[in-house]
């Protein structure tokens, strides 16, 4: 495999086919050595989705699937509205942001069209779209490659061009959230751009449906304990609630 986040997916393609996997199998399949193998299921293993058995893992728990924009548009849309609006309202004339891309995040950019003196900056394609024509938003886009998958850009360009800026606010979407492995994207090169926008704002805002909850993608974004405000729906479960709440984190029910 080229590298070893595609090796990482292909054995979790395996095991959801499967339910488990041997050492030897792997491989056999991947053309690599016993001791990656198993500090492939290893590091798997940390973030709760193997569970390592004599000779190889099994699966724990599946990760979420990766849809489409158009699926995941579909998906929690009146959720998605109430979070995207509620986040607008924590934007104040004067802010620099930086709004990632997601089909969350859209609903707070379609919000800001009548913003007055904010600075956006984004990384999707979609969300520049919507704020092209915003005369009170000044806009800047990363650049870098386009995930279609996603309407995102990422990469060396993308992260080259926030690293000369200080945000005030960066408002987050996520594909997992986990109260012990924090929050979570599908892909390593979203995942690394996502983590340069940490580095690059005073506050982190996530905003996520709660089906997103206890949910574990494949590549971590940060820890819980660098997050300072979740806006979520009222289908949050107590367990989270209160576990955020302990964590020290601002929770906001978007209803």
Request: charged letters at 20%.
């Given at each position: 495999?080229?590298?070893?986040?595609?090796?990482?997916?292909?054995?979790?393609?395996?095991?959801?086919?499967?339910?488990?996997?041997?050492?030897?199998?792997?491989?056999?399949?991947?053309?690599?050595?016993?001791?990656?193998?198993?500090?492939?299921?290893?590091?798997?293993?940390?973030?709760?989705?193997?569970?390592?058995?004599?000779?190889?893992?099994?699966?724990?728990?599946?990760?979420?699937?990766?849809?489409?924009?158009?699926?995941?548009?579909?998906?929690?849309?009146?959720?998605?509205?109430?979070?995207?609006?509620?986040?607008?309202?924590?934007?104040?004339?004067?802010?620099?942001?930086?709004?990632?891309?997601?089909?969350?995040?859209?609903?707070?950019?379609?919000?800001?069209?009548?913003?007055?003196?904010?600075?956006?900056?984004?990384?999707?394609?979609?969300?520049?779209?919507?704020?092209?024509?915003?005369?009170?938003?000044?806009?800047?886009?990363?650049?870098?490659?386009?995930?279609?998958?996603?309407?995102?850009?990422?990469?060396?360009?993308?992260e080259a061009c926030l690293q000369v800026y200080n945000f005030d606010k960066l408002f987050l979407g996520v594909d997992g959230l986990d109260l012990q492995f924090g929050v979570t994207t599908h892909h390593e090169a979203e995942a690394s751009l996502n983590r340069m926008m940490v580095e690059r704002a005073k506050r982190i805002i996530?905003?996520?449906?709660?089906?997103?909850?206890?949910?574990?993608?494949?590549?971590?974004?940060?820890?819980?304990?660098?997050?300072?405000?979740?806006?979520?729906?009222?289908?949050?479960?107590?367990?989270?609630?209160?576990?955020?709440?302990?964590?020290?984190?601002?929770?906001?029910?978007?209803?």
């Amino acid at each position: 495999m080229r590298n070893t986040s595609q090796r990482r997916e292909t054995i979790l393609q395996m095991l959801s086919r499967q339910g488990s996997v041997q050492v030897t199998e792997l491989v056999e399949q991947l053309g690599v050595s016993a001791v990656t193998i198993r500090h492939d299921l290893s590091a798997l293993g940390s973030q709760g989705l193997v569970t390592r058995s004599h000779g190889g893992a099994v699966l724990t728990r599946v990760p979420p699937p990766e849809h489409t924009m158009r699926q995941k548009d579909a998906l929690y849309h009146e959720q998605k509205e109430r979070i995207g609006a509620f986040a607008a309202s924590l934007v104040e004339a004067g802010d620099n942001i930086v709004i990632d891309s997601g089909t969350t995040t859209i609903f707070l950019a379609r919000n800001l069209l009548d913003a007055s003196g904010v600075t956006v900056a984004t990384n999707g394609l979609n969300i520049a779209w919507e704020l092209a024509d915003a005369p009170g938003v000044d806009l800047i886009l990363t650049g870098g490659l386009l995930r279609k998958q996603s309407l995102s850009f990422q990469g060396s360009q993308a992260e080259a061009c926030l690293q000369v800026y200080n945000f005030d606010k960066l408002f987050l979407g996520v594909d997992g959230l986990d109260l012990q492995f924090g929050v979570t994207t599908h892909h390593e090169a979203e995942a690394s751009l996502n983590r340069m926008m940490v580095e690059r704002a005073k506050r982190i805002i996530v905003l996520t449906d709660s089906s997103k909850f206890g949910r574990v993608s494949l590549h971590r974004i940060a820890q819980l304990d660098r997050i300072h405000t979740i806006i979520t729906d009222a289908g949050i479960s107590p367990e989270y609630r209160e576990g955020l709440l302990k964590l020290g984190i601002e929770l906001h029910i978007a209803e």
